[in-house]
């Protein structure tokens, strides 16, 4: 029973920023908005998480509304590596480490 | 750091018969977790582990399925008698514990004819 909504599939151009968004109406305040993707016949890997603040790393940003009701991850420059299906999570933290709740994720595809 | 390493990478086996997938996570990492994913139900949670003490195995499917970490660096999932509707890809993953930014392995797919 994922608690988030994702489009289905996104496509970009390659060398352009790819825009990923989620919703997550539900999320609670102790939770965190999770990314991962996860490549054809590969494990998910880990891409970014955040709670309120904006985020950025090595591999990608993510904007979270002031409400925390949606965010977006962007890949600022994509590759054709970066065709993978990305997942949104929201999964709040505690000392066991924590349950991911995979949902359907979307679908990217960089294209030439 | 090798990463989560998952054994065997492949296994085609006979409806019936025992199937054992085994884990090494990360070295240091305190949380474990089997995950199963299929073209129907995608990616789900099955088992996990902190400190090697099961927490929650919600997930698991039936009484067919067990899931064991005798020490932190090994923990297997055994399927004892499998069935077709096992087939799957099976993946390890391992956690710091405090941090919830899990390291998959890169899974195991088994096959029940």
């Known amino acids: 029973d994922a608690k988030t909504t994702q489009p289905t599939s996104m496509d970009c151009a390659e060398g352009r920023a790819a825009n990923l968004p989620c919703n997550h109406s539900?999320?609670?305040?102790?939770?965190?908005v999770y990314w991962y993707r996860q490549i054809h016949s590969q494990g998910p890997q880990y891409i970014i998480h955040?709670?309120?603040n904006n985020e950025t790393n090595e591999m990608a940003s993510l904007i979270i509304t002031e409400d925390r009701k949606s965010s977006t991850l962007i890949l600022p420059h994509a590759t054709l590596r970066d065709t993978a299906v990305y997942y949104c999570?929201?999964?709040?933290?505690?000392?066991?480490?924590?349950?991911?709740?995979f949902g359907g994720g979307t679908r990217l595809m960089v294209k030439p | 750091d090798a990463g989560v390493i998952q054994s065997p990478r492949h296994e085609v086996t006979e409806m019936g018969q025992e199937v054992t997938l085994r884990c090494k996570p990360i070295?240091?990492?305190?949380?474990l977790f089997w995950y199963r994913q299929t073209m129907m139900r995608g990616l789900e949670l099955l088992i996990y582990?902190?400190?090697?003490?099961?927490?929650?195995d919600s997930g698991m499917p039936e009484d067919r399925f067990s899931a064991k970490m005798p020490n932190a660096s090994f923990s297997t999932l055994k399927i004892q008698p499998s069935e077709p509707r096992d087939s799957a890809v099976y993946f390890c993953?391992?956690?710091?514990?405090?941090?919830?930014?899990?390291?998959f392995g890169p899974g195991t797919r088994l096959t029940v004819l």
């Open positions: 993953a391992s956690s710091p514990g405090l941090s919830n930014r899990q390291f």
């Open positions: 539900t999320i609670s305040g102790n939770e965190y």
């Open positions: 955040g709670l309120k």
């Open positions: 999570i929201v999964s709040a933290s505690n000392n066991a480490g924590n349950m991911l709740t």
């Open positions: 070295s240091g990492h305190n949380s």
């Open positions: 582990f902190n400190n090697n003490v099961p927490i929650d």
